[in-house]
């Protein structure tokens, strides 16, 4: 457990250089979403759940009630996800999500540990096509998805796990960001049981 920590104390350490680049994605983002544009997200397998919490924090709240923000996580339409896969192939699972869905200047944001999962880069490839801005979360660079995309912010760790824990505390960091540009007063809050 000792090493787990440590792996990813460092990581955060080195990330730590990254703040700038996600205030600016945020305070950009929240422009976006405040004049009624939207944001998608996607990515595989941890990645894809990492991408789901980010657009449940904006859909939902981060930690203060505001009004709701348009955030879609692009795995989570089961029907069109294998609709699409079985009629395109997976690789474009993501990429037919963003031309339906995307309009310009709409923001994608695609996370993948490797960089290099061909759905997700299909994703990006169809939101740059598109007019949208695609910013992407990756383990190490350099990488395919962080040279296709408009920006990135690449965790130096070898682990997927920690890379993928990293990415939760850059996914909550956006956020607070969005809710700052939008106005929105940070509070501590605790869910209530229903």
């Known amino acids: 457990m000792t090493e787990n920590f440590g792996a990813l104390m460092r990581a955060l350490r080195a990330t730590r250089t990254e703040v700038r680049r996600v205030d ?4 950009h983002l929240g422009d976006v979403l405040a004049a ?7 990515g595989n397998g941890g990645s894809a759940a990492q991408a789901q919490h980010l657009t449940a924090e904006l859909t939902g709240r981060f930690r203060t009630d505001r009004r709701p923000l348009s955030a879609l996580p692009l795995h989570a339409d089961t ?17 037919r999500q963003v031309r339906a869905h995307g309009r310009p200047g709409d923001v994608l ?7 290099s999962s061909r759905n997700v880069l299909n994703a990006a490839a169809a939101a740059r096509e598109a007019g949208l801005l695609a910013w992407a979360l990756t383990g190490p660079a350099p990488n395919p ?19 993928q824990e990293v990415h939760l505390a850059l996914v909550h960091a956006l956020c607070a960001r969005v809710d700052a540009r939008l106005g929105v007063t940070a509070a501590t809050t605790v869910e ?3």
């Open 109 to 115: 944001i695609a996370l993948s540990t490797s960089g």
């Open 145 to 163: 998805l962080a040279s296709i995309c408009d920006d990135c912010v690449a965790v130096p760790a070898p682990d997927c796990a920690t890379v």
């Open 24 to 27: 600016a994605w945020g305070d």
């Open 79 to 95: 029907s069109a996800t294998t609709a699409i896969g079985n009629d395109y192939g997976a690789g474009e699972v993501y990429a």
């Open 36 to 42: 009624g544009g939207r944001l998608l997200a996607c």
């Open 192 to 194: 209530t049981p229903a």
